[in-house]
Every structure is written in structure tokens, then in C-alpha cells.
């Protein structure tokens, strides 16, 4: 058994650090192969998703100060086959650490919650999920409860829409003390991300400038939203990659202009929020948006013409973090495992009951 396991199964990559004893620290060997590993599940379409963990009480020390470190500033000198390739091909470094390496598929680290709460020495509650899961709920949205919460610190006539654009959007509807409806409404930022990329080898269409410059294709949005998707009523999730090939098809992206590629992507991230209104319980009168995409003015400017007559605004002009929201959201829902308090809900997850979640690890 090597230093590094990299194992298959129904879709998932999963790639452990094993060397315990060393507390996980990287070797020439590791680097090697966890550059191998990343390729394989890259290249490998059956593969959606990959979790990193470590073996032991340590998830990764980190460099090997003995064997890599010296091994990379010349210091020893190539000693086997490890130390020659990593030496030969410095990308083998970027693309184990994922720098500089292309790459659409998500990575979850999964970190040892036990292990945290010894090295911190306070309580630490992690697997937030699994119990929705197991009990038959879908594991996302898991943040409502947390925005109920902080709409409760500030006045806005109900109901509301909040909603954040991460890779994937997702809206929490709040009317007072009615129960509370999520979803995932659609594509986020992550097609128009990925298409850009592909075309420029940019990360991001930066402040939507492309997309500013192009024409939307509204015939191609309207193709998109006929994705039985979208009329599903909530509680409904998605992952990233959910829509890659509808949309590309659908969108005929290919024969589009970079900068009509991205308005077109754009305008369907802001029409399949809108088209979301249809399967809620009511129209929100007012929006507050969090995420990536708030810094999207492209992106903002038409939400807000596709929302219309109800106001949009970003959390950070209503006082909520733009950038530790989604932090906050989790210590939120640690404070309620730790109180029993329920984290999702029938018409948030579609879990049979109220339900609590995570596990709670002591020191």
C-alpha cells in the first residue's frame, strides 16, 4: 500500500494521503502521484467528483522538509524515479497542488473532524450533511435556517428572495413565519466561468466586461429553460456540472462569439432565477443576492431587469459579509447541532421531517 490511494467507485474519486506516521507529509513520491491522480480523474468522464482526506490525526503536515523541500531547491540531488520526474517536469508540482492546472470537476476535502477538535482543542461538529441524506433528503440547500436568521436583524417587507450565486444558484424564499421553500434555481457562475476559460484562460469573465460586449441569444435562453429542471417545483438540487451539455447544445455555444457566449450564459443564470418565481409559493417583493456572481456587474444588471418591479440588493449593501457569509452560515449551523436545533427541512431538502445534522467531535 502506497503513500498516496487513489480509488473509483459509482462516479466518486476518492485520494488519501497514507503516511501516517510522517503525519502525511508530502514526498517526491506523493507530489508524483497525486499529479497522476488529478490527470486520471480529469480525463476519466465517468468520474463527477473527488474527496481528499488523510489517513491518521494529521490531514497533511504539508512539505516533507527532509526529502521534497531539498529535493526542490537543488539541495540533494535526484535519487530514484520519483526525484527525476518531479525534477524533469516542474508542472507535476502545479498540477498536484492544483495550481495552474485545468480542472471543471469539484473537490471536497474532507478533513478529519476528530482530529481538528484534538489540534484546536475545542469541539468541532462537521459532516453537516449526512444525516439529510440518509434520511432521503438531497444535502443542499443546507443555509436557509441562516438566512431566515439574518433577515430577522434587518426590515424588508416578506416575502423575500434570497439568493446566492455560487457555481450553482440556489434561492431561500422567506415569508415571515411561514415555512420555509429552497432550491437550486439553475447554472450559477461556473458555465460561464468554464466557458470563458476555455476560450480566453481566464478564470472568470472579470466583472462581466465579455458578456457586457456581447448580444444575448434569447432564443437559446428560452431553448435552455424547456429543461424539465426548471418546472419541477422545490425542493430540488443540482451539482456544477448539472447543465454542461444542455447548455452547450441548447446555448450552441460553439458557434458563438466569446463575448456572446458569455451574455448568453449570463442572461441564463438571471432567467432561470427569474423562471424560479413560477414554482414558488408567491413572487418575493424584494432580493438580496450573495456570492461570487455579486461581483458580476453584467450579471446583476440583469437580475435586477428580470426581476423587476422587486428590488435587488447585494448582502454587503444590506450589512451581511460578501465574503464570509457562506462561513458564517456553517458556524451558524454548528451552534444548532450543538442545541439539537433542526438544519434542514421538508421543503428545503425534501427530508421527511425537521431534521438535525453534523457530528460533533471533542477533544
Not at 473527488?50 to 504539508?62: H, V
Not at 523541500?69 to 520519483?82: F, M
Not at 415571515?176 to 458555465?191: F, W
Not at 458580476?296 to 440588493?313: G, I, S
Amino acid at each position: 500500500m502506497g503513500d498516496l490511494l487513489f480509488e473509483k467507485k459509482d462516479g466518486v474519486a476518492v485520494v488519501t494521503f497514507n503516511r501516517p506516521a510522517k503525519k502525511n507529509a508530502f514526498t517526491p513520491e506523493m507530489v508524483v502521484n497525486l499529479a497522476d491522480a488529478w490527470t486520471e480523474f480529469r480525463d476519466d468522464e465517468t468520474l463527477r467528483v473527488a474527496i481528499l482526506t488523510g489517513n491518521g490525526d494529521t490531514f497533511s503536515a504539508g512539505a516533507d522538509l527532509g526529502r521534497l523541500i531539498p529535493l526542490l531547491t537543488r539541495a540533494r540531488p535526484a535519487e530514484d524515479e520519483w526525484d527525476r520526474r518531479l525534477i524533469a517536469d516542474p508542472k507535476l508540482f502545479q498540477a498536484a497542488i492544483l495550481r495552474r492546472f485545468e480542472l471543471w470537476k469539484p473537490v471536497i476535502a474532507a478533513v478529519n473532524g476528530a482530529a481538528l477538535a484534538g489540534r484546536l482543542g475545542i469541539p468541532v461538529v462537521y459532516d453537516f450533511r449526512a444525516a439529510d441524506v440518509a434520511a432521503g433528503g438531497h444535502g443542499a440547500p443546507m443555509v436557509p435556517v441562516f438566512h431566515r436568521a439574518m433577515l430577522r436583524l434587518i426590515k424588508r417587507a416578506h416575502p423575500v428572495g434570497v439568493l446566492n450565486l455560487g457555481g450553482v444558484a440556489n434561492i431561500t424564499f422567506i415569508n415571515g413565519g411561514a415555512e420555509l421553500v429552497a432550491c437550486d434555481t439553475g447554472p450559477g457562475n461556473a458555465l460561464i466561468d468554464d466557458f470563458v476559460r476555455l476560450r480566453t484562460g481566464q478564470p472568470q469573465d472579470d466583472e462581466g466586461r465579455a458578456a457586457a460586449a456581447g448580444k444575448v441569444d434569447e432564443a437559446a435562453v428560452a431553448r435552455v429553460l424547456k429543461h424539465p429542471f426548471f418546472a419541477t417545483p422545490p425542493p430540488k438540487s443540482l451539482d456544477r456540472n448539472a447543465f454542461r451539455h444542455w447548455v452547450t447544445e441548447e446555448g450552441r455555444l460553439a458557434s458563438k462569439s466569446t463575448q456572446d457566449g458569455a451574455a448568453t450564459l449570463t442572461a441564463i443564470t438571471a432567467a432561470a432565477v427569474a423562471h424560479a418565481i413560477t414554482v414558488l409559493p408567491r413572487p418575493p417583493v424584494a432580493w438580496i443576492v450573495a456570492g461570487g456572481g455579486t461581483r458580476n456587474p453584467t450579471l446583476m444588471r440583469m437580475l435586477a431587469e428580470r426581476l423587476a418591479p422587486a428590488p435587488v440588493e447585494t448582502a454587503g449593501a444590506v450589512g451581511w459579509s460578501a465574503d464570509a457569509l457562506e462561513a458564517q452560515a456553517f458556524a451558524y449551523l454548528a451552534v444548532r447541532t450543538l442545541k439539537g436545533l433542526p438544519l434542514t427541512y421538508p421543503t428545503t431538502t425534501g427530508v421527511p421531517r425537521p431534521l438535525t445534522g453534523g457530528i460533533v467531535a471533542r477533544p
